[in-house]
């Protein structure tokens, strides 16, 4: 149902798109999360939003710091992650996931995940 790509090798500094593509059901109602997964580390929310064309409403973890950005084509049923101004840090597998809802600014990840996609930052 989710599939993840654009993943790749950049420099600091350089920016990247990750594409969840995601089956139609899940495109038009469901609220899609960004994950990612450093070596040795928990997996963590990146970003996340919401299913509603109306509101489009949007989280994301406090290192985002304004770098990424989350967006859904609904025609296109994929769910963008925007990643700018990348460091070394960043460097994780990304995974995108079928949420069940946003409450109260959290997302609450679903069962469903997409095979993820490697960014590879290097200083």
Excluded: H
């Excluded at 109306?54 to 994929?78: E, H, L």
Aim: proline share 4%; glycine share 10%; charged share 20%.
């Amino acid at each position: 149902q989710l599939q993840a790509s654009g993943g790749g090798s950049v420099q600091a500094g350089e920016s990247l798109r990750l594409s969840c593509v995601a089956s139609p059901e899940v495109s038009r109602i469901a609220p899609v999360g960004w994950y990612r997964q450093a070596p040795g580390k928990q997996r963590e929310l990146v970003a996340a939003i919401a299913g509603d064309s109306r509101t489009r409403r949007t989280v994301y973890a406090d290192f985002v710091n304004g770098r990424f950005t989350i967006s859904r084509d609904y025609a296109k049923n994929t769910v963008y992650l925007q990643l700018d101004r990348l460091t070394p840090e960043d460097t994780a597998v990304y995974s995108c996931n079928r949420g069940r809802t946003i409450q109260s600014g959290t997302y609450v990840p679903g069962v469903t995940w997409g095979r993820g996609t490697l960014v590879t930052v290097s200083s």
